[in-house]
């Protein structure tokens, strides 16, 4: 274990972004592109910190070996881009969506591109998109390959955003009782996260906010996934599955636990002991250079081993960022090698229908010489029988 | 004008589904495709009922000239689909993403369909999809086709969701004046919507639902798109802009206008003026057969004639439906004609730097013979003037 970096709230500064953006031409010289063009609008913000949630209206960032990036943007959201983004932009507007002959957005976004040339796209970039994109195509993720190790800047953002979260989950276990709905839950642990991010970032930018807090009970929390009906209750026993995550001022983490409300039912507590120590092999396996695909395999094994292989549905754990989810992932055929910096959810479940679901996750920073957990609630059966 | 149709609470039954995916199919024949796929889970949404915020585990609907659709899912979704979705799916389940050879979601997918076939894919789709998909592809957004003319369903849908937002303006209209935070009238507004959609539809899937209500004061009312900072405050004089938007259980509608604290501010008078006869000639032309890329240009002259043609920044209009902006649009080059069940937003703007924004906004449905609002609030300069 190793210590927990400080958080920062700041927004990022133009040496943060440059930097992001000269590991994106890095890989552009090494895959040997001219051009690199982003539609997501994950990996836009990643690069501007200008943030939007895409209609129909095509923004579209154009970055070449040197020079400022270009963006194509429509009309109406230019000064928009602009109050946000930081960085220098040479921005391409567009007319509207649709628009008259001559003046759509790739009117404008083909002339920016020159034929002959290599242009790298995103595996996300809508085919109508890249079908309208000039030169010779080729398909690599590169802003999504540089956001798999993060910045120290990253890194003090999710250690912010996970305090929010641990005092939200700590709101969460407080109000749990039998019988208390969803809807009830959910408003009280959002809203309580929510003021926390507007009084510590007075100035964040709510579409890259969101947070969610609820729990799974026993009736349904096999089927992790679902999304609980509004006045779904609490019941006596477990397991629940609570789920509480946020995305602060542009940064998402979680944190997960299985709990009891009374009393543990007798079958429940070999399957929690099982999702224990599965978690606990995975920890124990967490350090710089070791194959993350195998250390799923591990757990799988594992759990197998403890006579419950056919309640696993999903992989240990997933990368974590200026998203929920994203690469790198603890996931079986997923062939690479943990680094530092690299911030993933550990979260080995076990899912018996009819019993219910196992599993805690949490916030996980890999550090030179092992791992430091940014997220913090009890963990132990013992502690987490609520009365 | 005409009579309102009455408002819908209750989620589709089969016949609706069924009758969507005819429609699709016959497009699917005039188009000669022996399959479509889906991936954008909006569209997914409209053929199924099952919603999701798709992550990096892609979800794909394959539609083939006859019998139950396809869906390959990841396995930790599967029960999740199965609980949410209305109508016969057969499952095609993968392990995780990323997997071990051989159990990708693109092994499972290039299993479904024959090489030699033609298919229809969406616009939408990640390049990365269309990629792996395999046959003679050919992109044409033909669900997107058959959701621009709405069912009497989902106008029901869209009446009620119009008076959740009716009620959500007046609350808003309430509670401005000079001084007010973004951030406590967003709360009132959208908290007050909350609870009103979680009364009227206590089964509501909260994945499609949100709730937007925001003013922008005259100091950024200019800039349409810009997110208002939390902490901005409502100013004496305007133009100020509200936007009340919400997504009721699957249906998204807004209203929004253009209102004065305390006072009009005299050189305010002549753009609220321009937008408000705008508006008016919008109006006149709203009648089945007329074209929409029509409307927007007489609309666009209009306000340039009368001297203000350099503060047009969006075209006169969009659709509205399962989304809050979609096709078909009011928009200069948009060569279509006006169709009885098409649901639109009427909303000409005329946009001034250093003075505001000027702009209202209603869903108004298009009828037989021309058309009905289904939104409703002050119109007119004088009931706009709050004090």
Redesign the interface.
């Known amino acids: 274990m190793n210590d927990k970096p400080k958080g920062i709230t700041a927004p990022p500064n133009l040496e943060e972004l440059s930097n992001r953006l000269g590991k994106v031409r890095n890989l552009m010289l090494q895959e040997n592109l001219d051009y690199y063009v982003s539609f997501d609008p994950i990996n836009i913000y990643y690069l501007t910190n200008f943030a939007n949630n895409v ?2 209206r095509p923004f579209l960032l154009i970055i070449e070996r040197e020079g400022i990036p270009k963006m194509v943007v ?4 230019k ?2 881009v602009e ?2 983004s930081i960085g220098e932009l040479e921005f391409h507007s567009y ?7 001559g ?2 957005w790739y009117d404008i976004y083909q002339k920016l591109i020159e034929k002959e040339k290599k242009v790298g ?11 309208k994109t000039p030169g010779s195509k080729v ?1 690599t993720d590169i802003i999504d390959e540089v956001r798999i190790v993060k910045t120290d800047y990253e890194i003090g953002r999710s250690v912010h955003a996970c305090k929010i979260i641990n005092r939200g989950h700590k709101e969460l276990l407080k109000i749990c009782r039998p019988g208390v709905p969803e ?1 009830a839950l959910y408003q009280k642990v959002t809203g309580f996260m929510t003021s926390k991010i ?1 009084t510590d970032i ?6 890259v906010c969101k947070t969610v807090g609820a729990v799974w009970p026993p009736s349904f929390s ?6 609980p ?3 779904a209750e609490m019941e006596e026993g477990g397991p629940h599955v609570s789920i509480v995550y946020a995305q602060v001022d542009g940064y998402g983490v979680e944190i997960e636990r299985t709990f009891f409300l009374e009393h543990v039912p007798e079958k429940a507590k070999k399957p929690f002991e099982a999702m224990f120590q599965a978690r606990e092999l995975a920890y124990n396996l967490l350090k710089p250079g070791t194959n993350m ?1 195998e250390i799923d395999s591990k757990v799988r094994k594992f759990i197998t081993e403890k006579g419950y292989g056919d309640y696993i ?3 240990t754990g ?1 990368g974590l960022g200026i ?5 790198p ?1 603890l ?4 062939d690479r090698l943990l680094e530092p910096n690299m911030l993933i959810s550990v979260e080995p479940g076990i899912y018996i229908p009819g019993l219910g679901g196992f599993r805690h996750s949490d916030s996980v920073l890999i550090t030179d010489d092992g791992y430091v957990k940014l997220t913090k609630a009890p963990e132990e059966l013992n502690d987490l029988i609520i009365s």
């Open positions: 209609h129909e429509p009309l109406l959201e000064s928009h109050s946000r007319y509207e969506f649709p628009a008259p002959q003046e759509n796209i995103e595996a996300a970039m809508p085919s109508g998109i890249a079908e398909i809807f507007v007075p100035s964040a930018n709510f579409i096999h089927d992790p996934h679902i999304i009906k509004l006045f695909g549905i999903h992989r997933h998203t929920g989810h994203e690469a992932y996931a079986e055929g997923y």
